[in-house]
């Protein structure tokens, strides 16, 4: 059996490594995007329930700081999706991914303008329903992610998503060294991408205390909120998730929140994490890789130590030294 490293996404982009970032809102500025991309893999910025302005400048970031092609992960559950997506055309992004939904009705008109679209699907149906509706590559993403999740590990998920679609594969969730990588390459992946890696960047923007947080966890240090509530989303531990775990129960007899309220809380949350370092009140989006993650490096470093130690494991050569 051979390793399929040529994914031809990839090489259209002109990346040097398989590796993508995950979208993460907030944390995945314009800044991080650009590092990522100018190291050689794909940035992506996280757009979360943003408007388009707040987009369109974390694109203008990225356009500065790199001339190498960059995506926008765009979170569909999000009210302000159409005007995203305009500002998505209107600066030429080469690569939209999304999450939270199906982003089918917009792809005619993304691929219309050389969009290259790659869903993230938790699970094998949504995989064969993005691949009907003709998507380019889906981002197969395991529970083991931080953020909104969905059931499967990635570990069962990739190679039964794998063997469903004919499409390139990127595996996510969990994965935040080179065996994580060469594990998903012998899973059948594609591709990887990865988040909470991302996050002790040198170049990530992320409050202190995120960083701090990520680099002291333990393997058993996140918690799913939303079990019971719906979306599910994966935090490290602290107050706020501690006590809405419990409080779950009680809030199911109430009445279901509205659209305002749920994004207020949502996107009030993550943002108290990742740009003031709350540690009581933030929702720390992380996954349950936090615990492998000791240092804070260059994403260049990042990148290279990762491909390297892929490579060495996969024994194949490490042709971009
Ligand atoms: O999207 C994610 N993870 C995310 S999005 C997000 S945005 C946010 N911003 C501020 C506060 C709170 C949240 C944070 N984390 N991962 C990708 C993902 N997509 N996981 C699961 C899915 C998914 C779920 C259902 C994809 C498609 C889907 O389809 C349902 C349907 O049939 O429409």
């Known amino acids: 059996m051979t390793v399929e490293i040529n994914n031809p996404i990839f090489k259209k982009l002109g990346m040097k490594y398989p ?20 190291a050689g893999g794909l940035g992506f910025i996280g757009t979360g329930y943003w408007h388009g ?4 400048r974390e694109i203008k970031r990225a356009k500065a700081l790199t001339d190498k092609p960059f995506g926008v992960n765009v979170m569909l559950m999000s009210r302000h999706i159409r005007e995203v997506f305009d500002v998505i055309l209107e600066e030429g992004v080469k690569v939209v991914a999304t999450g939270a939904g199906d982003p089918s009705p917009f792809l005619d008109e993304l691929h219309a303008a050389g969009i290259t679209v790659m869903p993230v699907v938790p699970s094998v149906s949504l995989a064969k329903m993005m691949e009907r509706k003709g998507v ?3 981002i197969a993403e395991g529970m083991e992610s931080g953020g909104h999740i969905g059931q499967m590990t990635t570990m069962t ?4 998503v794998v063997d469903a679609v004919s499409i390139p594969v990127i595996a996510a969730g969990g994965i935040g060294d080179g ?9 059948g992946a594609s591709g990887v991408q990865m988040g909470t890696r ?5 170049e990530s923007e992320v409050h ?9 966890a333990r393997d058993i240090d996140t918690i799913v909120t939303g079990n019971l509530l719906g979306s599910r989303a994966r935090v490290l ?3 706020m998730a501690k006590e809405f775990v419990k409080n779950e129960v009680n809030e199911l007899q109430k009445p279901k929140p509205d659209y305002e309220t749920i994004e207020k809380l949502e996107s009030g949350t993550l943002r108290a994490a990742v740009q003031e370092g709350d540690k009581d009140n933030g929702a720390f989006m992380a996954g349950q890789i936090s615990g492998l993650i000791k240092d804070e490096k260059p994403v260049a470093d990042i990148l290279s130590d990762i491909w390297a130690q892929a490579t060495d494991l996969m024994g194949i050569p490490d042709t971009t030294k």
């Not at 302005?53 to 369109?56: A, N």
């Not at 991302?198 to 040198?202: E, I, N, R, V």
């Open 157 to 160: 998920l990739i190679p039964q």
């Open 208 to 216: 202190e205390n995120f960083k701090k947080k990520i680099l002291k």
């Open 136 to 138: 380019d590559a889906v």
């Open 198 to 202: 991302f996050l002790t960047a040198t």
């Open 53 to 56: 302005d707040d987009v369109r």
């Open 19 to 38: 590796i993508v970032e995950g979208g993460m809102t907030w944390a995945g500025t314009g800044a991080l995007a650009a590092a990522v991309s100018e």
């Open 237 to 239: 531990k602290n107050k």
């Open 179 to 187: 065996r994580g990588v060469a594990a998903a390459f012998m899973l």
